[in-house]
C-alpha cells in the first residue's frame, strides 16, 4: 500500500493512477494517522510552494511527514512535493520543511538548452555520492 498525501492541490489521481498501473494498491489521504501508518508515502505536487505550505499545516500534516520520513519507510517527493523538503523556496521567500538543506531556485531561462517546462517519464537514479536512503519501491 502507498498512501499519496491529499494537501489539497496536486497531481493526486494521476500519480494514483500510475501507482495501479504498476500493480501497486495507492490511497489518496488527508488523514494525518494513516500518513504516518504507511509502509510508503508519496507527496505529490502541482501549484505554489507557499499555498502547499499553508495547506499542509491547516490539514495538520506537516508533524506526520517528518515523523514518517524520521521512520527511514520509503517517502518520495514528485514535482512540488521535494520541492517542499528543501530548507526554503525561492518563490515567495517561503520557509520549506528543511528536510533536505538548501534552497530551491527558479530555472535560469537564459539557458535555450533546457526544456522548460520539461513534461514527461524520467528515471529516478540514486547517486553513489548520495544520502538519499536505500527503498525497495519495486514489487
Known sequence: MIV????GMGNLRSVQKAFQRVGQEA?????????????KVVLPGVGAFGKCI???KER????PIYRFIETGKPFLGICLGLQLLFTESEEGGVTGLNIIKGRVKRFDFSNKG????????NQIKKSPKSEVHPS???R
Open 114 to 121: 533546457l526544456k522548460v517546462p520539461h513534461m514527461g517519464w
Open 60 to 63: 495538520h500534516l506537516i508533524d
Open 54 to 56: 499553508a495547506n499542509l
Open 27 to 39: 490511497l489518496i489521504t488527508s488523514d494525518p494517522d494513516k500518513v504516518l501508518q504507511a509502509p
Open 4 to 7: 499519496i498525501v491529499d494537501y
Open 136 to 138: 525497495n519501491w519495486q
